[in-house]
């Protein structure tokens, strides 16, 4: 019988209205008990937590682990050990593998990885349609029943509306979130980053936040028609978050996400012609910055994601024209978060901590989140003050594409602990 006790952390766990400092009991990778002195009768471990903050471990419901087919950029096992890196206990991983995750085949094959090789708890999430083409839907029963917890065609949207349609309304007799990137493909066709003052100065061409507004609308119209659990994906545009809003007030069940670059940089902070700064939807203008921390702080946007998106250097280090969309974000998501939305006074710490543990875990009905007496002990500790230095050559992941190296933090994860396991601890080094 294996037994860990966390101890003299400031204990915050949403789920429950809990905040404050006491002990936790893990027993046998569960949570046995929460009390403000716990005895240790001997045998067991002990983590001590003093002037931390410990809470539900943290949950990424977009990330993107590449496997199968393009190990080389990133694995289930690399992708995961980043996870923990950042204090994460479970994520869910995208279907833009290949083949493509549009079948139970792929689903199983994906869970088998993660039980051999995951340092945290992975949840697969299939394609709305096979290969992720746009023209027929994928085998969305069976791939629930192998453990697909949603559908998403990721970075290839679904243009056919009525395709979506159809979707929707197989994944509502499922009860089955369906996730949408939206853009609409033919008025971003050619865009490199956001269609703005900074586009015309570097002369690169432009993504408008129509080609996300007007998406977002198509979606909600067909949300409400069939009663789809419908999920925006990394929001950016000011029109979208209005328009999550108003569908919220609606009734419609409607969430969303949103990922630290899209609330902490804007268009105007990236370095002419940075790959690492190239991503979709892209950074955009201070006023949909404003946008997307308001609809955080007013609960319009659910949770946080990072849309964890790796590619080699190989790839990546192109013309700026020429490389892939996407950067890496697991290990800078809270120390981000923390910077811009609690450190900034513009949110508390248990708001912010339920963006990233009980939020996610609802949107998805997911298990975790919570540090409930019986629940799996998914754990995560992290400290608010102590600085460091995110050194990405040091970072788990296979690919270093990130805009965040070398950067500069105060606070952040400490501890992550996986069905009762300390799999990840932080290195001053």
């Known amino acids: 019988m294996s037994r860990l006790i966390i101890r003299n952390g400031r204990v915050i766990d949403p789920s429950q209205n809990l905040d404050r400092v006491c002990d936790i009991a893990i027993e046998d990778g569960t949570i046995r008990e929460i009390a403000e002195s716990i005895a240790n009768p001997g045998g067991s471990s002990e983590y001590d937590a003093s002037g931390s903050v410990v809470c539900p471990g943290l949950i990424d419901i977009h990330v993107h682990l590449r496997e199968p087919g393009f190990e080389h950029a990133e694995t289930i096992e690399s992708g995961s050990r980043s996870a923990a890196a950042g204090g994460f206990t479970g994520i869910c991983c995208m279907p833009n593998t290949q083949p493509v995750n549009d079948n139970a085949t792929v689903t199983n094959y994906i869970r088998a990885q993660a039980r051999r090789h995951a340092a945290v708890n992975v949840y697969p999430i299939g394609a709305i349609t096979k290969e992720s083409a746009g023209e027929q839907l994928s085998a969305i029963a069976s791939m629930k029943q192998a453990g697909a917890v949603a559908i998403s065609d990721d970075g290839k949207p679904v243009m056919n509306a009525r395709m979506v349609r159809r979707a929707m309304e197989l994944a509502g007799s499922l009860n089955m979130p369906l996730i949408e990137h939206c853009e609409d493909l033919h008025l971003s066709a050619g865009g490199d980053m956001h269609e703005g003052v900074q586009s015309t100065r570097l002369g690169l061409r432009g993504i408008p936040r129509s080609s996300e507004d007007v998406m977002v609308a198509r979606d909600l119209i067909l949300a409400e028609v069939t009663g789809c659990r419908y999920h925006v994906a990394h929001i950016s545009s000011e029109n979208a978050v209005a328009m999550v809003r108003y569908a919220k007030s609606r009734g419609l069940r409607v969430t969303a996400e ?5 609330f902490v940089i ?7 012609y940075d790959s690492n700064y190239k991503m979709k939807p892209p950074l955009r203008d201070r006023r949909d910055v404003d946008a997307v921390i308001s609809g955080l702080i007013d609960g319009t946007i659910d949770a946080i994601a990072t849309d964890h998106a790796p590619h080699p250097g190989a790839e990546k280090m192109q013309e700026f024209e020429r490389c892939p969309f996407g950067i890496i974000g697991l ?3 809270l120390p981000l978060a923390l ?3 609690y450190h900034s006074g513009r949110a ?6 339920s963006m990233l543990t009980c939020k996610p875990a609802s949107v998805l009905s ?3 989140g919570t540090l409930q007496i019986g629940a799996r002990a998914d754990v995560t500790v992290f400290g608010l003050d102590h600085k460091w230095t995110y050194d990405l050559s040091r970072s788990p992941s296979k690919s270093r594409n990130s805009p965040f190296d070398k950067r500069h933090f105060r606070g952040g994860q400490l501890a992550t602990i996986v069905g009762g396991e300390i799999v990840w601890q932080f290195d001053k080094l």
């Not at 949103?258 to 899209?262: F, G, L």
């Open 258 to 262: 949103a990922t630290p670059h899209h």
């Open 266 to 272: 804007t268009d105007a902070d990236m370095p002419p």
């Open 331 to 333: 290990e800078t998501a």
């Open 339 to 341: 910077e811009k939305l």
């Open 348 to 353: 508390s710490l248990p708001d912010l901590v």
């Open 366 to 368: 997911l298990p975790g």
